[in-house]
């Protein structure tokens, strides 16, 4: 009976799993990256995770949903965790984030916008590639231009 119990307030890793939407690898995966604890086994081998686990999970998938890395949903973990920080530490680490995305937008449009060229200027076809445009202009010298280089933000 006392197991039975215990089943009832814990769940097994496939359960754990199921309920928050992952496979049981990526909670595996989670902890031994530091983002999940790792329960005791039980007498019969088990390990039992506690029903907040699977709000734990929740938040790392939607935190990768919002780009931010494993590495950073551990800072956002620890925030959430201390007792002495408030909600504009996490509010400055959201505008951190944001602003990369932002900056990494940006790159991305001017690497497409460099691409667009390399395509508007390709009108040889069927040619052998020794007459093709595209690879003419990437050997070039500042032809197509590259974005510049991304920089992370100031810490």
Same mark, same amino acid.
């Given at each position: 009976?006392a197991y039975?119990?215990?089943m009832e307030?814990?769940l097994t890793? #496939?359960?754990l799993?199921? =309920? &928050?939407?992952?496979? &049981?690898?990526?909670?595996r995966?989670?902890?031994? !990256?530091g =983002?999940?604890?790792?329960p005791a086994?039980?007498d019969?081998?088990?390990?039992l995770y506690?029903?907040?686990?699977?709000?734990?999970?929740?938040?790392?998938?939607?935190?990768?949903?919002?780009?931010f890395?494993?590495?950073e949903?551990?800072?956002l973990?620890?925030l959430?965790?201390?007792?002495?920080s408030?909600?504009?530490?996490?509010?400055?680490?959201v505008?951190?984030?944001?602003?990369?995305?932002?900056a990494?937008?940006k790159?991305?449009?001017?690497?497409?916008? &460099?691409?667009?060229?390399?395509?508007?200027e390709?009108?040889?076809g069927?040619r052998p590639?020794?007459?093709?445009?595209i =690879?003419?202009?990437l &050997? !070039?010298p #500042?032809k197509p231009?590259?974005?510049a280089p991304l920089?992370g933000?100031?810490?």
């Open positions: 009976m039975a119990m215990t307030k814990h890793i #496939g359960k799993a199921e =309920l &928050a939407d992952v496979s &049981a690898n990526a909670v995966f989670y902890e031994r !990256e =983002l999940m604890q790792v086994k039980t019969s081998g088990y390990r506690d029903p907040q686990a699977v709000q734990r999970l929740r938040f790392i998938k939607q935190a990768q949903l919002c780009g890395t494993l590495a949903i551990q800072t973990l620890k959430r965790d201390e007792a002495s408030c909600c504009n530490d996490v509010r400055n680490k505008i951190e984030k944001k602003l990369e995305l932002e990494r937008i790159a991305m449009k001017a690497m497409s916008k &460099a691409l667009d060229a390399l395509i508007a390709c009108h040889n069927d590639t020794e007459d093709c445009t =690879l003419a202009a &050997a !070039e #500042g231009q590259p974005p920089k933000p100031a810490r």
